[in-house]
């Protein structure tokens, strides 16, 4: 009677003839060397075979895991604990403190107003002098012209008028510009006009001309500071 046995590696069963117990086999699928049972230890071993097969059997009675399966679990993992990092607790986030998004809006906010405290004198000066400029200018037009009609020798005194009143126009219109642009600084609004305005103060468009010219070098070195620059809508 051949003897049947499972190889003791990749438990392949293994037959050999009658009559070679005691004696050494080669598995014919992993090709192990093994001894191979007697009889009497063949069957001892082919009755534990079977009892451990049917005490491996699937019980019959299905279960709902085995029908739906494990159901996740709806609570998050617990993260692993690093035996080298640190093993206090996080720090909580404190529910009563400022959001991140208030606190950039705030640090936005002290930067304007810093700017505008940085601009704001020179640029107001300006204002001042500028609307002081324009008035003078047409004052002076005003004088001008009454005082050539009246005079009893003026044989042109229309054409005379007339070229007075280009020049003062033209002055009180470069004094306007420079009024606009001194009013863009102060607001912060448009860069390139705020530059304009003081640029323009520096001509002699006015009699006050000596006192814009200072105050339009101090506007123009506040322009010239890249916390003031980035404050500028446009």
Same mark, same amino acid.
């Given at each position: 009677? $051949? ?11 293994? %037959?050999? +003839?009658?009559?070679? &117990? ?11 060397? =093994? ?6 230890? #063949? ?6 075979? &079977? ?13 709902? #895991? ?5 159901? +996740? ?6 993260? &692993? %604990?690093?035996?080298? *990092? ?18 950039? =809006?705030? *640090?936005?906010?002290?930067? %304007? ?8 004198? $020179? ?6 002098? !500028? ?13 001008? !012209? ?5 005079? $009893? #020798? ?29 009013? =863009? ?18 001509? +002699? ?8 010219? +200072? ?14 620059? %980035?404050?500028?809508?446009?």
């Amino acid at each position: 009677m $051949p003897i049947d046995f499972d190889c003791a590696v990749c438990k392949h069963r293994i %037959r050999v +003839p009658d009559g070679a &117990e005691g004696k050494r086999t080669k598995c014919p699928k992993c090709h192990a060397i =093994q001894p191979v049972p007697s009889g009497q230890e #063949d069957e001892f071993r082919l009755k534990d075979s &079977e009892f451990e097969d049917k005490s491996q059997a699937k019980p019959s009675s299905t279960s709902l #895991d085995d029908v739906f399966g494990t159901l +996740p679990s709806k609570a998050p993992p617990k993260p &692993e %604990r690093n035996p080298y *990092g640190d093993n206090d607790q996080e720090e909580a986030p404190n529910p009563y403190a400022a959001p991140a998004t208030y606190s950039s =809006q705030v *640090g936005a906010n002290a930067a %304007r107003a810093e700017a505008l405290e940085k601009i704001q004198t $020179p640029a107001l000066i300006c204002v001042i002098l !500028t609307g002081l400029g324009i008035a003078t200018n047409l004052v002076f037009l005003i004088i001008m !012209t009454i005082w050539t009609l009246s005079a $009893p #020798d003026a044989a042109n005194a229309a054409v005379t008028v007339g070229i007075q009143t280009v020049i003062i126009a033209f002055a009180t219109a470069m004094q306007g510009l420079a009024l606009y642009g001194a009013f =863009q600084a102060r607001d912060l609004k448009n860069f390139g006009l705020a530059w304009a305005g003081f640029i323009i103060a520096l001509l +002699p468009c006015s009699f006050l001309c000596i006192l814009t010219i +200072p105050i339009s070098v101090w506007g123009m070195m506040v322009l010239s500071d890249g916390s003031v620059q %980035r404050q500028f809508t446009s």
